[in-house]
């Protein structure tokens, strides 16, 4: 059979299509899929690429592109799979059952390369085959093996390759130091001298976290200043979002939006609660003090706002007269095994502490039970009508009587492997499942009804792909269960996970729209404080900043020092903006109050700024960061105005430090009044630095002397450029 332009829909792509119902953008992207995949050569280094967002049915998705390769004239798929046994054992059954009918009617087989038969006979050989690969050393030996050694002939047949979760061991460098150079590490390696050999190639990736993909380097060779250009596939297929899918959109803009039912999601906790996670001291955790802690308080609200949510939700479900559905929670803070039977112990014990106050402190279990309903009722109202609470008290004391959450521990392949249905979901063997793991509860591993999770990995110790692929939280999620869903983390965490979800983002968007043709600006700053280019292999992603056209920067939950020690350095600074406004290079026609000045004089306030700021405080302004930026951004531009900055300045403002809508930190000070625009509308080709000078009063959070809060403008015409204050070393 001749590989054809026109895309045929036969024996495999039709009993797929019945069974899973493939609506029409669904069924045209695997069309469009296959399609390139037939007309445009892909090879290791030029692949195709299918494209979706965390947990947004890219299995669902390549699983047809396979139904329409084996209609097409492919012979066998090689699919490669994250490195778990679980999960490689649960693909093959996923496979088995989404082709049955193929099988049955002896038109495919579908093997794992770790229980493949002794002997395949021309007989087997002669089927459409389907090979499940562990992207692990051994299997991919036997892989290469099987190919070439016992079965020469399939290496000359069509095959495709489909790399699910391709920028997990796929592409991944390393330095040789003895060698002097960037090289594949030995997964990596494996694979591409596989494909190598394979004559008639056609070659998927398919990802979530494409960085590694697009930005691995050709050489080796530092980018310049004028970009780096990434690598891009030969083609890629973008995955569309469907009406239920929640992503970061909800959990970092949405809810930046007040009242907005997103808004209620973030909860935050404090490093010192996550310290107490990390291993098993009976001194530091009173099991009598669980319920009214202060240091305790994050779990505490985690656990009875997941009880209460669920029973919520029960109750609504039985008053349409819809079967009551089992929820879900995930806890996952560290990654050893004594950490999470020491996490399960604390939690465990705080139900029973929760069950014994039934009985023995009605005024506090009541007391702990509306607190949670009222905080679950200020979402959930705004778009269903609430059972009273009464109704939910009830069925909190029969969820905790008949013991309807369940604690459980999953930490291995085998816990995996026994908790997982087929379809890949975590089973829920009761109403209300409160997971407890680490690392094996990312890549692959969908949670059905998740409505909490608590997260305390250090997101500055990974890179951002693994961060974003811990976030299980993602997926379809009906928005009635977004109402009663909650996300605890440090403030910290939430601050790095929000600046990996621009950055997920805008790159995405960059890569995807081609509107960035001469690369992506990737610098950092050395130990000789300079400012110089870096390759994104390089890159500790976690610690970089994304810079894009019209962003804007600002310190958010920061406090300031004493009113005694704060006034004076607040009046040094109002006589310098005051001499710097006689002295500025120009002035805005429409607004006095914004002015032309040079870059090093809006340093000299920053830095000043800096010390009105508390240093101990729990969220500290990264300001080497947002300088360095502000440098780099002014004196990065072609225009006759390089090295100068506007500044646009506010006098005589009263933001509160905290948000009374959601009690979070206020973050958008600039948007009360016409800064913002002003700023955007003179910030063209080089930077805008807002100045909105507070008056700080205690009523409003602050400690009641005046203070300016800076907020930095991106220019218009800036290229996407990564900032990092790291880069990885060996």
Known sequence: MQLTNKIKTALFFTALKQRNSYHSVEENLMKQTIKQLLEKPTTFKKPGMLLGEVQSGKTRAFIGVMGLAYDNGIDVVILLTKNSNALARQTKQRLESEFEESITHDKLAIYDITAMPQQLVKYELAKKLALVVKKEKNNLQRLDTLLFEHYPELSNKRILVIDDEADYASVS???????????????????????????QLFYLQVTATPYSLYLQPDDVVTAG????????????TILPTHDKYVGGELYFEKSKEKNHLASYLYHEITTAEIEIFKKSDKRRVKIDFLLTGERYQGIRSALINFIVGGKLRNLQQQEQQHYPEKYAFLMHTMTTKAAHQWQADIVKNLAKQLTIAMTENPELFEALILQAYTDLERSLEKIAAIPTFPTVLMAVKQALVNEELLIEVVNSEKDVELLLDKSGQLKHRTPLNFFIGGQILDRGITIDNLIGFYYGRNPQKFQQDTVL???????????????VTRFYTTQTIYDVMEQMYYFDADLRQAIISGSNQQGVVFIQKDDNNQIIPCSPNKLLLSNIQMLKAHRRLLPIGFQTIPKSYLAPLVKKLDIFIADLRKRAVAVDEDDNRSFLVKVEDVETILEQIVATYAVKDAHPWDSRHFISALLYMSRETKSADKGLVWLVLRENRNMSRIRKSNQHYEDAPDTSHDELAEARALATDIPALILLR??????????GGAFYWPVL???ADFKTTVYSKNTYRK
């Open 713 to 715: 403008i991106t220019p």
């Open 173 to 199: 460098y390393e330095q040789n130091r003895e060698k002097n150079r960037v090289e594949l590490r030995v997964i990596a390696n494996q694979i591409d001298e596989i494909r190598g050999k394979i004559s």
């Open 469 to 483: 692929q811990h976030s299980r939280m993602y997926g379809a999620r009906p928005l009635i269960d977004i109402a």
């Open 694 to 703: 507070q008056n700080g009063e205690e009523k409003q959070g602050w400690k």
């Open 225 to 236: 200043f004028n970009g780096y250009q990434p690598k891009r596939p030969a083609f890629t």
